[in-house]
Every structure is written in structure tokens, then in C-alpha cells.
């Protein structure tokens, strides 16, 4: 059946959500506060690099199941379910900041005339659903009825669209199973498992899932670092270790450790969870720990390869996105590493194929470019940050003529060393003998 679905919050998990339930039937109208945001949306012109979701958009709107507006009061009543996907930074101490959360509540409280299911996307800490039943219920002017249904969102930046039509899972926490059965009727077109479960644990599920993962890649590189010591692949101890299906070959690629808008953030958020219920998570303190360590071992990497200093060196960086696919530059390595190089005497000259327009003011002293060649000419080394396909399509005879010296410090294992000692390079990688 389809529904009639207001999304609040145009960032990526909602822009994602509104335009896929719109795909599947549903009539959609998502809100943002920020007008000149709703105007371009409205001409289907979206704010970020996402593969297919500008097509997607578009043809939410030609077919009229797609709609934006400024305006939460009308979406909010001309609509049966709502979606909160509005966004959960950090605070400087790690803890999420609710602000949007709690102003979205106390929003939807003031224009709700009748029943409504709400639906919590945005990644919030456990005990949210409560906090927000509290929010409502304070603000509205006289008792209506509502259910809080807790669905975390598990797509990845890059490939947003394909994880909505191929969920591996769908949770649906909720108090009440009319409800619950509601929203998985809502998705049920896109195919996916459904776990029921209680809002709290609903809500700690995508907590635990981000730890667990960002706990994966700080693994990796901690071995990576094993087996530069010892003479042993890293990618071939990723592949033995990962044929056991209990572990799994996902999420072992060792190299610069992870960034973007959600690890960080939110394995932080977890700590100060269990700090707020005085336990302290001791492996995700180290998780964290390493993540920001595989930063600085990089740079000393780079250092090494060229002998130790930096001072005055040319050097080309591969790939600013904290990821490929994404312009997103939120906590992406790259940045940090660049500063690092920056602070030790070296001139950058950093390369990437889309995330250039945004990084021009965080990076006021780097020279930006979207022509690969460009970066590399007359650099003293070549830096891989971002596994980009136009990094690993790079013509390497022509890299070669085009570099100062033929050294490529390469942070994402993309290229493999003996190809690379063919055709002459001094090729430095991650867990993995020179
Ligand atoms: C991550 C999760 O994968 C999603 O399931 C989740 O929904 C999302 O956070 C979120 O909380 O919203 P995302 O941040 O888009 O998604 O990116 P990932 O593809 O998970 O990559 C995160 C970082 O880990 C990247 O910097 C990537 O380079 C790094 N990574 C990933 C590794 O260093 N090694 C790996 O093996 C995998």
C-alpha cells in the first residue's frame, strides 16, 4: 500500500530515504529548513556526489510521488508517517549533539492534528525514543496519539542506492507491533530481512554495528603493521583470515584507517555511552586510538621513503575523499596527512576527480587539481590516499616520466608490488614487503 511519507532532513540519509521510498510507490515530501537547499532540490539538482541519486530524484519529481519543501507544518499534516533523519554531530567532547533531533520533535508536536507513526533514521544515542516521547508530549497542545519506531540506517556513502535495494537487514525497533508491522510493509519492496526488535536495542544496533566494523579496519591495520615487521602480505593474511565465514572477507582492506562522516563520530559517541553508564569500552578506546596513530605511522612512512625529511619536498596526494565515490570530506585522512606533510616542509599538490571544489578552503596552502597528471609532475613522490579508479587506471609508464623521482607511497594497497619493482619504482604500501 502506499504510504503518504514526510522525510525531515535532506542530508544523505533522508535525500536516500525520500527518493527510494518514492521509487518504490510511496508519495514523499521531504523538508529542510534551508530554502535556497529546498529550491535546488526542487529542480532536482542535489547537493551531493552520489552515484544515481540525481537521476532518482529527478524522476521522483517528474512522477509527482517526490516533493520538497521548507515547510515541516504541512508536510508534517499531510502526512502519515514521519522520518527524522536530521543530523546527530559531535560535540567537542565526543557526546551527540540533539539539538536538531529535539527541535524536529518539538516541531512535529506543534503541527500534528491527528495520529502519526514517527520514524527515528537519524543515528541516535540509546534511550532517544524515550527523550523523544517526552519532547512530544511537552509540546503539544492537548494529548494525541504516536508510536516512536527506532529504524537505523546502515548505507554506506557511494553506494547509498544499491545498500537501500539490497539491505542486508532491516531493524525495526518499536514498543508497539501495529507499528513495527507498519514500517516493514512500508520497505517491504525492498526485499529485505526484518528484525524486530525493542527501541533501545534497535537504536544500540547501529552503534554496535559502526564499533564492530571500525574495530575490523583498526584490527587490519594493526597486523599490517605486524607483517611489515616480519616479512609476511597483509592482503594475503586479510584473504586466509577472511575464508572463515565466521570472520568474514568484508572490511579488512589495512591502509590509512577509516574517516568520513559516521566512524569517528560515532565510535566516540559509543565511548561516552558507556562512560555516561561508567563502563569503560576498553577495546573501542584502542579501536580509536589506532585509527588516529595509522595517520601519523603513514606520514612517517612518507618521511622514510624519502629519507627522512620532508623539508622542501614536492609531493603529489592522491585522493582527498575519505572514501571513493564521495566527495564527502569529513574527517577524511587525507586532510590530516596533508596538514602533517605541510607542517614538516613539504608542498603538496593533491589530486582528486570530484571533492576539489569543497576542500579549496580547508586546504588554503595546497594546490588543487582534478587532472591526475597534473599533481604528479615534477613531485618528489607519489601519494595514494583515496583507492579512486582513476588512481588505479593511472598510466604508469607515463607517471614515471612524469615524476621527479620514481616513488609512490601508496596508503590503499592498490597497485601490486611486483608490477611495481618491474617497472622500476620504489613502491611503499601497507603491510606489505617493499
Ligand atoms: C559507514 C558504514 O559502513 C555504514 O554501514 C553506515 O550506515 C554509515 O557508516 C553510517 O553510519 O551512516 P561510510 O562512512 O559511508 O559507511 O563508509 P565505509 O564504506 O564504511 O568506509 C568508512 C571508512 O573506512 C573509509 O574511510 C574507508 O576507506 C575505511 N575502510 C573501510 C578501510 O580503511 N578499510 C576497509 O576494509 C573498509
Given amino acids: 500500500m502506499a504510504e503518504k511519507v514526510a522525510v525531515i532532513g535532506t542530508g544523505y540519509v ?39 541519486l540525481s ?46 533531533v529535539r527541535t524536529v520533535f518539538e516541531q512535529i508536536a506543534e503541527h500534528m492534528a491527528g495520529y502519526k507513526c514517527i520514524v527515528i533514521k537519524s543515528t541516535v544515542p540509546v534511550g532517544t525514543h524515550a527523550s523523544a516521547a517526552a519532547w ?10 504516536f508510536d516512536i519506531v527506532s529504524v537505523p540506517e546502515f548505507l554506506r556513502e557511494g553506494s547509498a542506492i544499491h545498500d537501500t535495494f539490497h539491505m542486508d537487514r532491516l531493524v525495526i525497533g518499536s514498543a508497539s507491533r501495529a507499528a513495527a508491522e507498519r514500517i516493514a510493509e512500508l520497505h517491504k519492496p525492498f526485499g529485505a530481512p526484518v528484525l524486530h526488535t525493542d527501541n533501545s536495542s534497535a537504536e544500540l544496533i547501529k552503534y554496535a554495528s559502526n564499533a564492530f566494523l571500525a574495530a575490523k579496519i583498526s584490527f587490519i591495520n594493526e597486523m599490517a603493521h605486524v607483517c611489515e615487521k616480519v616479512g609476511a602480505d597483509i592482503q594475503l593474511v586479510a584473504k586466509g583470515m577472511g575464508m572463515d565465514r565466521r570472520i568474514g572477507p568484508h572490511f579488512l582492506n589495512a591502509g590509512i584507517g577509516y574517516g568520513g562522516s559516521c566512524f569517528p ?10 562512560e555516561a553508564v561508567d563502563y569503560d569500552f576498553k577495546i573501542l578506546r584502542s579501536v580509536i586510538e589506532v585509527n588516529q596513530l595509522q595517520r601519523q605511522r603513514f606520514v612517517e612512512k612518507v618521511a622514510s621513503a624519502l ?3 620532508l623539508e622542501g619536498k614536492k609531493l603529489a596526494v592522491m585522493g582527498l575523499a575519505f572514501k571513493p565515490n564521495t566527495d564527502d570530506l569529513r574527517d577524511a585522512p587525507a586532510l590530516d596527512i596533508i596538514e602533517m606533510l605541510q607542517s614538516r616542509g613539504a608542498a603538496v599538490r593533491a589530486y582528486d576527480p570530484v571533492a576539489v571544489g569543497h576542500a579549496r578552503p580547508l586546504l588554503p596552502e595546497t594546490i588543487l587539481t582534478t587532472d591526475p597528471y597534473e599533481a604528479i609532475t ?34 590503499r594497497n592498490v597497485f601490486a608490488p611486483s608490477d611495481m619493482a618491474t617497472l622500476g619504482f620504489r613502491y611503499v604500501s601497507v603491510g606489505r614487503e617493499e
Avoid at 521510498?21 to 532540490?41: F, N, P, S, Y
Avoid at 598510466?395 to 616513488?407: C, D, G, M, N, Y
Fill in 55 to 100: 537521476d532518482m530524484v529527478r524522476s521522483g519529481l517528474e512522477q509527482e510521488r517526490l516533493a520538497f519543501t521548507s515547510d515541516i507544518g504541512s508536510a508534517v499534516s499531510s502526512s502519515d508517517i514521519v522520518f527524522v533523519a536530521v543530523g546527530t554531530p559531535p560535540l567537542d567532547n565526543g557526546d551527540v549533539d540533539m539539538t536538531q
Fill in 265 to 274: 563520530k560515532d565510535t566516540r559517541a559509543q565511548l561516552r555511552i558507556a
Fill in 14 to 52: 533522508g535525500l536516500v530515504s525520500g527518493a527510494c521510498l518514492a521509487a518504490i510507490g510511496h508519495k514523499v515530501i521531504c523538508v529542510d529548513k534551508d530554502d535556497a537547499k529546498v529550491a535546488r532540490l526542487k529542480h532536482g539538482d542535489i547537493p551531493i556526489y552520489e552515484p544515481g
Fill in 136 to 145: 512530544l508530549k511537552e509540546k503539544m497542545a492537548e494529548p494525541i496519539e
Fill in 307 to 309: 629519507n627522512g625529511s
Fill in 378 to 411: 615534477g613531485a618528489d613522490a607519489m601519494i595514494i590516499t583515496t583507492e579512486w579508479d582513476t588512481v588505479r587506471a593511472l598510466e604508469l609508464t607515463r607517471v614515471k616520466q612524469l615524476l621527479a623521482s620514481p616513488i609512490i607511497i601508496d596508503g
